[in-house]
């Protein structure tokens, strides 16, 4: 079966870092895409950042760029988010999502959660100002 679990959410301040994890299993990054995304207070899922199988080719959305890097690691099938900067408007519940796809680019997956096959629970990641 394929899990996501996903970790590493908390409280930082403005200005502070966090790197969030999630731990995959039932899959590998060869044929799946993965990707970050989080749901704000009253606000639909939007996509952070994501990356298409093996690695091909990330995405980042503006509201983190330059701020947030992605990466994954295969032998611990796991992905991380490392976010720097951190700023309030990035307090939010964080999910890892996956989809069983090579097709499209890591801005596709992010531009389109609803097409994402797996989701894990999410993370809360709180920045105070």
């Known amino acids: 079966d394929v899990q996501l679990q996903a970790s590493g959410g908390g409280l930082a301040q403005a200005g502070g870092s966090l790197r969030l994890s999630c731990a995959a299993s039932?899959?590998?990054?060869?044929?799946?895409?993965i990707g970050w995304f989080r749901q704000r207070p009253g606000k639909q899922h939007e996509g952070v950042s994501c990356?298409?199988?093996?690695?091909?080719?990330?995405y980042y959305a503006d509201s983190v760029k330059g701020r947030s890097t992605i990466s994954s690691d295969n032998a611990k099938n796991t992905v991380y988010l490392q976010m720097d900067s951190l700023r309030p408007e990035d307090t939010a519940v964080y999910y890892c999502?996956?989809?069983?796809?090579?097709?499209?680019?890591?801005?596709?997956?992010?531009?389109?959660?609803?097409?994402?096959?797996?989701w894990g629970k999410g993370t809360l990641v709180t920045v105070s100002s």
């Open positions: 990356i298409s199988s093996s690695g091909g080719t990330t």
């Open positions: 039932g899959f590998t990054f060869d044929d799946y895409a």
């Open positions: 999502a996956t989809e069983h796809s090579v097709d499209y680019s890591g801005r596709y997956y992010c531009s389109a959660p609803h097409a994402m096959d797996y």
